[in-house]
């Protein structure tokens, strides 16, 4: 190692070392402190980075090390350790730095890896690699070959710059509306109090509901449902009827806004469309088993009244579970600095954006339900957003002149030391990929799209399977045929069973490998006049014998 050139396994070895350095300081400095790369020093650290980048590439561009910063070798192991950092991130749950962690688990930031040292040092030096990259293809520009290149690389850079220090920046609040009061002061997530440029006032809450569910409840240890049958009935409009376990469950009466009353000992509910109702369904019972009868109301109550159950014998009860929430949205109005008044309609995952904020329906009182006279909502401003779009849009770009300016082969030079036709040479490798196990698919256009692309009008074209349970070969397309040749090879070499080749030991594809053999491993076709020189009914298929994975097709076309 370090013996030059250097390669793959000096790559490895710098973040190796990043990542020891890293949990060193993680144990010993604690998380990094993203706040305090808040506005103005992040800016100030971009210009550093790039200035400084820019200055060591022309004042150590003969250093050996500074040449291999933008080398692949380089490159390959970085992006590998931070995908393998995200992977873990995707798989663990991620805490906020706010949050604290005991343990070892907290000391060395597995469930905070974004504030983590290792992270952001094994991050960093990836954003090093993405910059000297980009120096080094910028001063020695070529522009057909360099605009996709380097729009694709700024972009990714500044993305991956203003997304990460940028963070710092990013605010989210939690705001508490309620009806008729404007709100104008949020809680941030340390508990402070922010005073806003804008105020919310909840005009009006409305909540959509689902159905309420019946379900047996034990009446000594208070367990929800028992045994193996239907555990629940989903009392909509159209459900009259149901059973859970030994009892069939009839539906005579729902009110979806009711009120309790009592009568000396019995209790009832009526109609009740006022604050505070609450939904209630008289039922009859019946047990299948002992024919034992019973009826009564069952409700799940709220802030105002009490749920209630009915008793089916000395174990089981029948209740309501509380009703869940289907939609919930808020009419609001917004009061901005500039003396505007916006009136806006604030749901679940559609935010409403006003200067900057964007403000998402989180919470309301759970306790009161759709009688709930306030709203939570949470704001959040990224003022970096902007940039990081543009880092997306470049990228985006990148890809569109990719296939604009590399798509298009370059038209071969004429010999100028003599006048004969320079020989040309194409190669492609096709990626084919079936449903079945056996298949014939027409490749003849895959083909036609590789010749245009070499510019070779005169030659011969070869295309062949790369594999030895594929086969590439010429004839009609007409799905008849397809199935006559299915039957046929079936006959010759049927697939089981397994036991009849002596192949077929830690595989089982024995026959396969002898369809290939008789439909034969690759074709080779005539160009004239920049076209395969077919026969009327001729195209080109790649038949499959053992697919459902990937597989390869190589085409290589030679002539002038």
Known sequence: MWNKPWGYKEG????????????????????VKFELLSYPVNFFLHVILILGLTAIHFLFKKSYFFRCISTLEFALPTMGFVVILVIFMGLTPQFQSDVKISGLIGRFGLLKMLSAWYFVLIFLWLIIILCAVIIRRITNFRLKKDIPFLLNHLGLFIALVCGVLGSADMQRLKLTASVGNPEWRAIDNKQ?????????????????????KLVLIDNETGKIGSGKKSKSILADEKTTTGNLNDWQITIDKRIDNAAMIFSGDTVKYVEYYSYGSTCAIYVNVLNINTLYQNEGWVSCGNFMFSPKALKLDEKTSLIMLPLEPRRYVSDVTIFTQSEK????IIEVNKPLKVEGWKIYQVSYDEKRGKWSEISVFELIRDPWLPAVYTGILMMMAGVLSMIIFISKPDKPKPNRLNSKKIMKTYRKEILINTNQRREFINITSQIQKCLRESGIKEGLLLCNSMHITSSVFINDDESGLHKDFEGWLEKLAPEKPHSQYLHNGYEDNAD???????????????????????????????GEFDGMRTKRVLVKIVGE
Not at 341 to 344: C, K, Q, T
């Open 192 to 212: 402070n109090i922010v005073e806003l440029a804008l105020a919310i006032e909840l005009n009006n809450f409305t909540i959509e509901e689902y159905p309420p």
């Open 341 to 344: 008044e916006i009136n806006a």
């Open 12 to 31: 490895v070895a710098i973040n190796a070392g990043l990542l020891i350095i890293g949990l060193l300081l993680q144990v010993t400095a604690g998380e």
């Open 512 to 542: 396969a490998h002898l369809k290939r053999q008789i439909m034969g491993r690759e074709v080779i076709v005539a160009i004239t006049n920049g076209n395969l020189d077919f026969g009327t009914w001729e195209q080109i298929f790649y």
